[in-house]
């Protein structure tokens, strides 16, 4: 058998493609400074964030919401970066990894993450904590299951999740029962 | 005080760093995100890569049509096999340090797409965004040739391999006659398995920044577990030399196998790189992460027979493992049922069968991890059908000798695991019948297995510089992809010259660094470990000879073996207050820095006399939903053996990261082929499914520690394979336990379980 | 992903001049919204979906969950998931689409996405996702990859020879069940969309997901002020623990007369093209005793016109389970 075949071929020969979108400015917080930028509208706050800003502590896994690497906090909320256009988040205020330690005094977190060896390649790390981050201030986790729960929507390879609950109970148990434990 | 007085080396000193749960060295960069990945090496004037994959699976390509993406501006480039540079035509210089024989996939070479998702061009442009849109306007047209992607048609044509691979070992020849034996078996089972396609999906995607330095030179950061690796592909592909390639990539986001061959976006990035003159950046997709090699599918065939009493009388193990039509992957899948129990009548049968896929790649325990759990669910088989416990079973037949070879083995603490396990577990609480643990709708099941793999050992280099404060840096051309490869080599190190941890660093992820094997088959601790070890030892023995040269000084005429190396200083083991510090010792010759280089090479004598390996039991329990079918892994004790452990904070961390891959590959992962269009079809992370948090319950991890002087100078045996093998099995085991069905096909996904 | 431009109103008036004079439905439109972006942008990544211009209406407000006049609570379209899940009205009165929201997605994404999103979620479907493939759901004539391929995770309800693929939801499971009221603003003005009437089944037209027009916008989804709160719950079962789509799920709720079932409400998610409901089957339970005999019963008529592709027979039997365990566990029935 041989046939030709071309599986992408629908619409393909008509229309121009369209020239790609002018760059808009953004104003947002970045780790508690202001930052203007100049990104295209397809630009997700992912990639601003690793490819204009430097940022590259937040990590791409997937760019598809299927991993949690890149979850950053918007607002204090966490969210997915690789789903969220750069252009979307005008006048927002954005956490990332890097803006968690205050100087050299780590976040708790961190602290419990290094502590309790709660990853090993590191790749999934910042995500985990800002998801963690994101965690104790939503004040939905009570117990370990909870904390499974709620962290299932960062994939860890290694598979270091006994030990990212480890820490982040560790943390929870140092902090008072209350809504706004845990905020960076 | 502080040492006994016979010490052979300083592994055994008290306030050792060889054996400290001491928290990775590389933390802070992790958790701060300061850990630089491949892909995070941004460089002025960056270009960005995107691949453009193959719709079929088979055939050719008739043309492509990138007219509309070069006209949008901003895009620089889209190659294709049409306007590629010339590459070399000899199969050797596409050889990379992990190849099988045959002939590796040349990206971009040819018309011919060999399997889907196959590169087949690549956009580059001014950003990423620009280069993923323009790649949606290249319009391809193919001939599309019949394929084959079904293992159980190929199989007819299945064909027995030669030593096709690096470490691979083919089946011994038959022992006894273990057909006849079977046949005559008192009791016995035969069973039917199949291993799914896996791929590896470390968490970070590869990628590749090529670097391009005015002088032409490049700065390669790719995914890799072997620096040098990615060099030798560069330099040959490209017709480089050594010194205008330079590979730095000190952090790699997971790798299991997949960095041990050089992938093709690194031929991307550094054809684009090369051919603009410019840097580019070349990052795969999530999708495309299944566009390489993977664990193959398997087919197999255990039959055991014994006696009434649990002695085996018989081991059959055959497999039919998949490889692509140009190169054959091999992995060592049933040698390991000649090993493992004590059976006068054995035989062994492995083949490959040919498939249009791209090849197999070595994934966590490459063949254990596939052979054990069929043998593992066939002895547990075995035990129903006897009436016998399982544990009870496996101590029946246990082997002090390796019987494939008859060699003895350098140490083999299986027994203690059997029993510290089981203790740990609470097994002897087992109640033996099958369906006879539940709670509510949740049947209880539990299940054991045996985990081995191979303590293997290769040539290293290590350097290490001493700077008169008492700094020391060492470093060798290895990885380090998670397992903790730089806070172990620093403990090694710190240990041998009595440095505390925070005045040593050790490098890696570096092409100008002494040469390192691969990182994989858990062997960088033996390897590089000792390399590293080797160096310090000769620093060492330079510090006491030139203290003991110090005609006015304490330790005058005292050699390296009547010192101890502790906090920075050189102390009397006669006298403690005979001291010098190291920079007292530096500062009186003169002497800034201290430096050495040392290679460590096997004991092959001695090896060669031995069966080396790293040993497991593993517990598990599930509870499985009686009408839904779902699993729940809920406990799991694995107790391994595998010589001394050099931090066991980390080493567990590798074996419970290694139980969760069990997990994974118990219940959940698997590539599905449509085999109409021969393409992987659940390609991402929402359908290829890896454990969750949610999946993962009490992991107990026991560490048996051995002493073997053989196995190298450190007596450690890694630990990064040996916590996946034999938990598939333990899983199935424990559900044929809750259950009553004996279930052979991995991932044991819900309907499989319904269905059975 | 495609070129397009982004623009945010300051208004819904503003928004629907955004997407004014489009037809058609909403899934076929060339100008979308874009809220959560959950799900939009992930399909314009994977070149699915090619808008040519985004409007942006996560700031339009929209996003309150209040008490309507007939005792129900009206859900923002644009509240996000997570505060709807989490809102103690909802979790008090309605608390299994609590439950069905929670067992969607994870965390990060449910802070994301906004309930009017959630009900135009797009399939799953391997073969709509992966443009080297066949399929109609995507590009309409090119065939079904699915009926002859990997449809594990595919329909055994109300599919045709056109397009086996599921929808996605949970949340809109429970709706289904809930009878919940979609309320929609256009250039017609408002109007109002019975939950059973919003999503579609493949047919001949599997390209369209839903009766929402092309330039109409949700505004909010009415919860009746039945809400199920002592008879009802939310049950999914999937391939791993967490984070995974349904292959089947459940929400049942029954108004219970002590022992005896006086109306039932039956939702499945997984099996079809939308969340499913049949009549019959609850009318089967209807007046008769909150047994595992009369589930089961029930259980068989809803799946009485199943049918099974090469890959996905077990979701019939697994599917009537599930029915009895989650109705079993809406009535406080013990399961022995």
């Keep these: 058998m041989s046939q030709p075949t071309g599986p992408a071929s629908r619409s393909h020969a008509r229309k121009q493609p369209a020239p790609p979108p002018e760059p808009m400015d953004v104003t947002l917080t970045i780790n508690g400074s202001r930052k203007t930028l100049r990104v295209a509208p397809w630009t997700s706050l992912l990639d601003a964030l690793r490819l204009h800003l430097d940022l590259t502590g937040t990590k791409k896994g997937c760019d598809h919401g299927q991993c949690g690497a890149c979850t950053v906090l918007v607002d204090g909320r966490r969210i997915n970066a690789c789903l969220t256009l750069a252009v979307m988040t005008e006048g927002r205020a954005v956490t990332t990894i890097e803006g968690l330690a205050d100087g050299e005094a780590l976040h708790p977190l961190q602290e419990a993450f290094v502590e309790q060896d709660a990853f090993q390649c590191g790749y999934c790390t910042p995500g985990q904590i800002c998801s963690a981050v994101g965690l104790l201030e939503e004040g939905q986790a009570r117990t370990d299951d909870d904390i499974r729960e709620l962290m299932s929507g960062n994939l860890c390879r290694c598979g270091a999740y006994p030990n990212i609950v480890a820490a982040i109970r560790q943390v929870m148990d140092s902090q008072p029962a209350s809504q706004d434990g845990g905020t960076p | 005080m502080i040492a006994k007085p016979t010490i052979p080396d300083p592994l055994d000193r008290p306030g050792s760093q060889i054996g400290k749960p001491v928290s990775r060295v590389d933390g802070r960069l992790k958790v701060t995100g300061g850990a630089k990945y491949a892909a995070e090496f941004n460089t002025p004037g960056l270009a ?81 965004e620009l280069a993923r849109y323009a790649a949606r306007l290249i319009h391809v047209t193919y001939e599309a040739d019949d394929h084959q992607t079904d293992l159980r048609e190929a199989s007819a044509h299945a064909f027995t391999p030669g030593k096709d691979k690096g470490g691979f070992q083919p089946p011994p020849k038959p022992r006894g006659d273990a057909d006849r034996a079977l046949a005559e078996a008192e009791v016995s089972v035969d069973l039917q398995f199949t291993q799914a396609v896996e791929h590896h999906n470390p968490m970070e995607m590869h990628a590749s920044t090529v670097v391009y330095h005015n002088d032409g030179t490049l700065t390669v950061h790719d995914k890799t577990q072997g620096p040098l690796n990615t060099q030798t592909y560069v330099c040959n592909v490209f017709d480089l030399s050594k010194d205008s390639v330079r590979v730095i990539s000190p952090f790699v986001g997971g790798a299991f196998g997949s960095g041990l061959r050089p992938q093709h976006q690194l031929f991307m990035a550094a054809l684009a790189a090369i051919t603009l003159k410019r840097s580019v950046r070349v990052e795969l997709t999530r999708p495309q992460m299944f566009s390489f090699g993977h664990r193959p599918e398997t087919l197999q065939r255990v039959a055991l027979g014994a006696r009434k009493d649990g002695t085996l009388t018989a081991v059959i193990h055959e497999a039919v493992q998949e490889t692509s039509q140009n190169e054959n992957y091999v992995e060592v899948v049933v040698n390991w049922s000649g090993q493992q129990y004590t059976c006068d009548n054995v035989r062994l049968d492995y083949k490959l069968a040919r498939m249009d896929t791209h090849t197999p790649l070595d994934q966590r325990a490459p063949g254990a991890a596939t052979g054990i759990p069929a043998l593992e669910i066939a002895i547990d088989a075995l035990a129903a059908k006897l009436g016998m416990d399982p544990l009870e079973l496996r101590l029946k037949n246990y082997t002090e000798v390796d019987p494939n070879t008859g060699k003895p083995f350098s140490s083999k603490e299986l027994r203690t ?91 890696l992820g570096d092409s100008n660094l002494p040469m390192a094997p691969l990182q994989g088959g858990s062997w960088t601790v033996s390897s590089v470990g000792s390399a590293v070890k080797a160096v310090c030892d000769r620093l060492r023995d330079k510090l006491a000879g030139l203290a003991a040269g110090l005609n006015d000084g304490p330790l005058k005429g005292l050699r390296a073996d009547d010192l101890v190396f502790a906090d920075g200083f050189l102390i009397a083991k006669a006298d403690p207050s005979w001291r010098m510090s190291i920079t007292e010792v530096m500062r009186a010759n003169d002497l800034l820095v201290l430096e050495d280089e040392a290679r460590s090479i096997p004991y092959y004598k001695s090896q060669m006399q031995h069966a080396l390996g790293t040993h497991s039991a593993i517990f598990a329990e599930v509870r499985v939903d009686e009408d839904l079918g779902t699993v729940q892994v809920t406990r799991v004790v694995s107790a391994v053996a595998a010589g001394r452990i050099i931090n066991p904070k980390t080493a567990r961390s590798q074996v419970m990261g290694a139980v969760v891959w069990g997990i994974g590959m118990a219940l959940e992962e698997e590539s599905m082929t449509d085999q109409s269009l021969g393409r992987f079809m659940n390609h991402d992370f929402g359908e290829y499914h890896i454990p969750v948090n949610a999946d993962v319950h009490d992991i107990d991890v026991i560490f048996v520690e051995e002493q073997d002087d053989i196995v190298n100078p450190l007596g450690a045996k890694g630990v990064g394979e040996i916590g996946i093998v034999g938990v598939p099995a333990a899983i199935a085991n424990a559900i044929y336990h809750a259950t009553g069905k004996r279930l052979c096909d991995l991932p044991i996904t819900l309907d499989r379980i319904l269905e059975a | 992903m495609r070129a397009f431009s982004y623009h945010r109103p300051d208004s819904v008036d503003a928004a629907l001049r955004g997407v004014a004079g489009q037809s058609g439905t909403t899934t076929e439109a060339a100008v979308k919204f874009v809220a959560g972006g959950t799900n939009l942008l992930d399909l314009m990544k994977a070149d699915v979906m090619r808008p040519e211009r985004l409007v942006d209406i996560s700031r339009l407000g929209l996003d309150r969950i209040e008490e ?48 009017g999103g959630n009900l135009l979620q797009r399939t799953r479907c391997y073969y709509f996702y992966d443009t080297g493939t066949p399929c109609n759901k995507r590009e309409p004539g090119t065939g079904c990859g699915a009926l002859t391929g990997v449809n594990r995770i595919h329909a055994i309800l109300g599919a045709s020879d056109r397009c086996i693929a599921v929808h996605p939801s949970d949340m809109c499971v429970a709706l289904a069940a809930l009878e919940a009221v979609v309320r929609v603003s256009g250039p017609r003005g408002e109007r109002t969309i019975p939950f059973a009437d919003f999503h579609r089944l493949p047919g001949d037209t599997p390209h369209i997901d839903s009766n929402l027009a092309a330039d ?90 199943a049918r099974g592709q090469s890959h996905n027979a077990f979701k019939i039997g697994l599917a009537e389970r599930a029915i009895v365990r989650a109705l079993a566990e809406a009535a406080g029935v013990e399961h022995p």
Excluded at chain 2, 455 to 471: E, F, H, K, P, Y
Excluded at chain 3, 283 to 293: C, D, F, T, V
Aim: glycine fraction near 8%.
């Design chain 2, 48 to 128: 960005h890569g995107y691949i453009v994959s193959s719709a079929i699976a088979r055939g050719r390509i008739l043309a492509v049509d990138t007219a509309k993406a070069l006209a949008l501006p901003g895009v620089l480039q889209v190659f294709t096999h049409e306007n590629r540079p010339s590459l070399p035509w000899f199969d050797r210089k596409w050889k990379d340090d992990d190849a099988p024989k045959g002939s590796p996939f040349r990206p971009l070479y040819d018309a011919t797409i060999h399997h889907a998702l196959q590169p087949i061009a690549l956009v580059v442009a001014e950003s990423f």
């Design chain 2, 417 to 507: 695991c059997f029993r510290q396990g089981a203790e740990r577990f609470g097994w002897h609480k087992r109640s033996h019948a099958p369906r006879s643990m539940r709670e509510g709708r949740q049947l209880v099941g539990w299940g054991m297995a045996t985990g081995v793999w191979d303590a293997m050992q290769g040539q290293a280099v290590a350097s290490a510089r001493l700077g008169i404060d008492g700094t020391l840096t060492v470093g060798s051309a290895t990885a380090d992809i998670g397992p903790g490869t730089y806070t172990a080599m620093t403990q090694i190190a710190a240990d041998i010259l009595g440095l505390p941890i925070d005045q040593v660093s050790f490098q």
């Design chain 3, 68 to 115: 309507t006049a007939d005792g129900g609570l009206r859900l923002g379209a644009l509240a996000r998931n997570a505060d709807t899940a989490h809102d103690e009205r909802v979790q008090a009165r309605y608390p299994m689409l609590s439950k069905a929201i929670l067992a969607g997605a994870s965390a990060q994404l449910r802070n994301m996405a906004t309930n």
């Design chain 3, 216 to 305: 109409e916008l949700i505004t909010a989804i009415d919860l009746p002020a039945e809400g199920f709160a002592d008879h009802s719950t939310y049950l999914k079962v999937r391939d791993r623990a967490s984070y995974a789509f349904a292959l089947v799920s459940v929400a049942a709720a029954l108004e219970m007369d002590g022992q005896t079932v006086r109306t039932a409400r039956l939702a499945l998610g997984g099996v079809a093209h939308k969340p499913w409901r049949d009549p019959a089957a609850e009318a089967e339970l209807a007046g008769r005793p909150a047994s595992l005999e009369s589930f089961r019963k029930a259980a068989r008529v809803l799946l009485r016109d």
